[in-house]
């Protein structure tokens, strides 16, 4: 803008690494650099300072990152924490570092540039108060009305509204896509996208930033997997993650680190092993309790290069000393008494009432915007609420969606990558969540949403898996005790049962009171002959989940007793013949007297043992001059009637009325 012949090189992160190249330095002066400015680093490198220096080409450092005890022997050094200096605001980014010496040379604030210092700040999640505030309200204005046909064609293909542009947007939508070329390749495209005066040029390179951040995302997703399966064959628990294997693709390990960072609360460094040159290239995140730049620095002889700051950091290291690094910095939190600090957390600004997550007070607090890094979007705490329509949603069944439900009053919930914590939300379970309320916008209706950051399930869980079969999903249970109350059903499906769970046969008193639960998960498999058998066993254990499938081998329910006249029909039968073949010919006799072949057992046996009839080899007759009995008094009769209430309540009721009974059952004993 004050005329002089600019060009401009990003660093291949791949080739170059992250900062001031020497063999880079080298060719951009041959090629007849007079001048070189750097953006967002520089302070620690010497060495290709050193050599612009020695052909003649001054270099002026533009950084914010953490600076080293010497300064590199530049033209000029321009940071907002310079040890000679004294500016008012040591958390510029890095492109507000370079947008007040773009201010400082024209004289003036070109206003015009604000759009690219509200992505750069937001992008590089440095501290969002103060002039880093000041700099992105102002920037979010110019952005909604930018004039960068780069910028313009990549909100058409992102679907972005400009009248919608917040920080979220940056920084879910825009840095994101922006970032992904120069994770993967040469970030050049990037810059040529944001400063092209050409349609055509601009459409394409915006498809093509699209597909790149598509093609990032797969990466992320297959190294991020990788990585916590790492996690879980660990031995021990550690304090610092140090993960590395070859061919991890460098430019998206900064986010696997941030992912695992997120779900561990534990700092974690990401790197690819090149087996060829033996060493392991990588990122760095942190939390705050732990400074992520001092604790490498601490180790700096074990490293070949790093650098960063107290979140984030790049390093390169001798393959041989991985292990040594994740002693050293596990050490590093020991020593500083940081292991009791290491952990999720989650800083609730207030508790709220369901009725009171209006669309009014979200848009009140919308007024404390733009949020970030040390102005974070208010997280709010709804206690021991309903949980209501609990789903999972998204092409893969990733997402987590449900409604809370308070006294009269309904909040919807959305919950990014919580899709599997579905399967442990039972119908309408006591819940207390935490989250960040929004608005969404649907067909012109207007109504307030909280998207999740962390969810408790109070109290036990009862979940509804009752089937006219047993579900196969039911297999796949680990670590639970799995009951079976029938002995032929324990016979057919107890190898079906996980290596890691238990199968107990209940099929007598003396089983029911030697049971002790040997996990925290109890599945019902099938339904008992009493219900009285369930509630004792509740009564004497403590389960955080309950599954209830009680499958009905013979369904008695639906089969019901049979009727008097169906006994008497059955008794004139076998008084008028003699030596009925029951054995071989059960089924034709059935079918003779029109009734179901089960229900004819059954009224065969309590015939058999109120006297009525004998049965010898097979061959049943008639008892002559027998006493006149009541069916109600035979044991098996009894025995029926209790199978068919029992089947009755757990299998037939109502949902609710099964889980409210089960929690009080247990309840009871505590």
């Not at 700040?121 to 979010?140: C, F, K």
């Not at 992102?158 to 840095?175: L, N, Q, S, V, Y």
């Not at 733009?370 to 949603?393: A, C, H, M, W």
């Not at 007759?621 to 109600?632: A, I, R």
Request: with cysteine.
């Amino acid at each position: 803008m004050i005329g002089g012949e600019v060009n401009y090189y990003i660093p291949n992160r791949f080739n170059d690494g992250y900062g001031p190249n020497t063999a880079a330095f080298e060719r951009l002066i041959e090629e007849g650099t007079q001048l070189i400015v750097t953006c967002d680093n520089g302070v620690a490198g010497h060495a290709a300072i050193d050599r612009a220096n020695e052909l003649g080409v001054d270099v002026i450092v533009s950084d914010h990152h953490e600076l080293p005890d010497k300064l590199p022997d530049a033209y000029a050094v321009i940071h907002p924490r310079h040890p000679q200096g004294s500016y008012p605001f040591g958390d510029l980014s890095g492109v507000g570092v370079a947008f007040k010496l773009a201010t400082a040379l024209l004289g003036e604030i070109p206003i015009e540039l604000l759009d690219l210092v509200a992505i750069g700040t937001i992008a590089d999640l440095v501290s969002l108060t103060d002039e880093n505030r000041a700099l992105v309200m102002q920037g979010l204005v110019i952005l909604k009305s930018t004039q960068r046909i780069g910028l313009s064609a990549l909100f058409k293909l992102a679907k972005i509204k400009r009248e919608e542009i917040d920080e979220e947007t940056i920084g879910f939508i825009i840095a994101p896509r922006l970032n992904a070329v120069g994770r993967l390749g040469d970030a050049s495209p990037a810059v040529e996208l944001l400063t092209t005066f050409d349609d055509e040029e601009a459409a394409s390179l915006a498809q093509m930033v699209q597909e790149k951040n598509i093609e990032r995302q797969g990466y992320v997703s297959t190294i991020t997997n990788e990585a916590f399966e790492m996690i879980d064959k660990m031995d021990t628990a550690m304090d610092v993650y140090v993960l590395a294997k070859e061919e991890w693709h460098e430019g998206v390990l900064g986010i696997v680190a941030s992912k695992i960072v997120g779900k561990t609360g534990k700092p974690a460094i990401v790197m690819n092993i090149d087996k060829n040159k033996g060493l392991a290239k990588g990122s760095g995140r942190s939390i705050p309790a732990y400074h992520l730049y001092n604790a490498l620095d601490n180790v700096r002889h074990l490293t070949t290069t790093f650098g960063g700051h107290h979140m984030a950091a790049g390093l390169t290291i001798p393959i041989e000393n991985i292990e040594h690094i994740q002693n050293e910095l596990n050490q590093y939190a020991v020593a500083n008494g940081l292991s009791e600090e290491l952990g999720e957390e989650t800083l609730i600004d207030g508790q709220l009432k369901i009725e009171e997550a209006t669309v009014e007070v979200v848009e009140e607090l919308h007024r404390l915007a733009p949020f970030g890094t040390d102005n974070t979007k208010p997280i709010f705490l709804f206690k021991n609420v309903e949980s209501q329509e609990v789903r999972r949603i998204g092409g893969d069944q990733a997402h987590l969606k449900m409604k809370l439900a308070e006294e009269n009053a309904f909040l919807d919930v959305i919950g990014f990558q919580f899709g599997p914590i579905a399967d442990e939300i039972g119908l309408h379970s006591e819940v207390s969540v935490v989250g960040k309320l929004a608005i969404n916008e649907w067909n012109g209706s207007r109504k307030t949403q909280l998207m999740l950051e962390d969810l408790a399930i109070e109290g036990i869980q009862v979940f509804d898996s009752r089937s006219t079969n047993i579900p196969a999903a039911l297999w796949t249970t680990e670590q639970a005790d799995f009951v079976f109350f029938d002995s032929k059903n324990f016979e057919k499906f107890v190898s079906n049962v996980p290596t890691t769970s238990y199968a107990h046969q209940l099929t007598n008193l003396d089983a029911l009171e030697q049971f002790t639960m040997k996990t925290t998960q109890l599945i019902f498999v099938d339904c008992p002959s009493d219900v009285d058998w369930v509630k004792d066993l509740l009564s004497g254990s403590s389960p955080e989940k309950i599954i209830a499938c009680f499958y009905s081998r013979e369904e008695l329910y639906l089969n019901g007793m049979p009727s008097r006249n169906q006994f008497g029909q059955v008794f004139k039968y076998t008084a008028t013949h003699v030596n009925i073949d029951i054995r071989n010919k059960l089924k034709l006799l059935a079918t003779h007297l029109n009734i179901k072949e089960n229900n004819l057992i059954f009224i065969i046996s309590v015939f058999l043992e109120i006297g009525f009839v004998t049965i010898k080899d097979g061959v049943m007759n008639v008892v002559k001059d027998v006493h006149k009995k009541e069916l109600e008094q035979a044991a098996a009769y009894q025995k029926r009637l209790k199978q068919i209430q029992s089947e009755n309540f757990f299998v037939y009721s109502h949902f609710s009325e099964l889980e409210n009974w089960m929690k009080q059952q247990v309840n009871a004993s505590l």
